[in-house]
Every structure is written in C-alpha cells, then in structure tokens.
C-alpha cells in the first residue's frame, strides 16, 4: 500500500530524497545541470506542500511537491516540483498517485491550474504528465534545466 507524509525539505527523509533525485538527474542531464535545494521553508500549507511516498513493504520510495507560483491566465497556479521515486520502485503506480495527492492539495488550496517544467530527455516523467492529464505549454520560467513547460487546468 502507498501512503503519504507531508515533510519539510530540512526533514533528513525529504533532504535524503531530494539530493538523490538532483544526483540522478545531474548524471543524465546533457550540459550543465543547475540545481537549487529548497529552503525549509519552501512548501508550506496553504502555499505548497512536500509529499514523501511511503510504501509498506518498501519504506521510503519518493517524494513531490507543488508550490503556489504567480497567477497564471486561468488564477491560483501551483507549480510541482522534485518528482521522484526510486529506481527500485518504479512501475508501481506511485508517480500517478502522486500527482493526483498533489493535485488534491492544490484544488483544496482554490489552484485554478498545475504547472511544472522539465527536460526532454526525461521521457518517462513526459509520459506521467501526459496519462496524468497534463499538454506542453509556453515556458512560465527561464528555469536553466527545462527544456519543456506543461499545464494542466483544475477548472
């Protein structure tokens, strides 16, 4: 069974999750990966949230968060940030649930549309977003790692 847990970044859990997943991606990434670490405070309900996936046979498997960013055209806009699962834990469903908890959070918070950025060599994240109902939109950020921006209305 998939459970979350709300953390802060600084939870040594969470921190743990996060350098893993900048690690993965910086070792893949084609040029010069720049990540950001999140402050502790970077996910605070009502504004956002860091979610970490516990599985119960496998313990900690992932973690994901949004943040509430500028109004967008359609009104309160959450961007999602740090989707991860382990490797050892792919294909269980766990990005899919994910998203949809995140999504909870944002529509409770009155988010009006989900944003998020990525790379396009990250193919099997373009393809979460896509079966989690998210389409390509014009870039929100001048993120230096993205290469993609996608949307996804909560009308």
Same mark, same amino acid.
């Given at each position: 069974?998939?459970?979350?847990?709300?953390?802060?970044?600084?939870d040594p859990d969470a921190h743990e999750l996060i350098v893993e997943y900048f690690a993965e991606r910086a070792a893949g990434f084609p040029g010069d990966y720049k990540p950001t670490l999140p402050g502790p405070d970077a996910f605070r309900?009502?504004?956002?949230?860091?979610?970490?996936? =516990?599985?119960?046979? %496998?313990? #900690?498997?992932?973690?994901?968060?949004?943040?509430?960013? *500028?109004?967008?055209? +359609?009104? !309160? /806009?959450?961007?999602?940030?740090?989707?991860?699962?382990?490797?050892?834990?792919?294909?269980?469903?766990?990005?899919?649930?994910?998203?949809?908890?995140?999504?909870?959070?944002?529509? =409770?918070?009155?988010? %009006?549309? #989900?944003?998020?950025?990525?790379?396009?060599?990250?193919? *099997?994240?373009?393809? +979460?977003? !896509? /079966?989690?109902?998210?389409?390509?939109?014009?870039?929100?950020?001048?993120?230096?790692?993205?290469?993609?921006?996608?949307?996804?209305?909560?009308?």
């Amino acid at each position: 069974m998939i459970t979350f847990r709300a953390a802060s970044p600084a939870d040594p859990d969470a921190h743990e999750l996060i350098v893993e997943y900048f690690a993965e991606r910086a070792a893949g990434f084609p040029g010069d990966y720049k990540p950001t670490l999140p402050g502790p405070d970077a996910f605070r309900a009502p504004d956002g949230i860091l979610l970490l996936i =516990e599985h119960d046979e %496998r313990g #900690l498997i992932g973690c994901g968060a949004i943040r509430r960013i *500028a109004d967008g055209p +359609l009104g !309160a /806009r959450f961007e999602v940030k740090h989707v991860y699962t382990r490797p050892a834990a792919r294909g269980l469903g766990a990005g899919r649930l994910l998203m949809q908890e995140l999504e909870r959070h944002a529509r =409770e918070w009155g988010g %009006r549309e #989900l944003v998020l950025d990525t790379h396009h060599t990250l193919e *099997a994240a373009a393809a +979460l977003y !896509a /079966r989690t109902g998210f389409a390509q939109i014009e870039p929100y950020n001048d993120n230096p790692n993205a290469s993609r921006w996608y949307g996804k209305p909560l009308g």
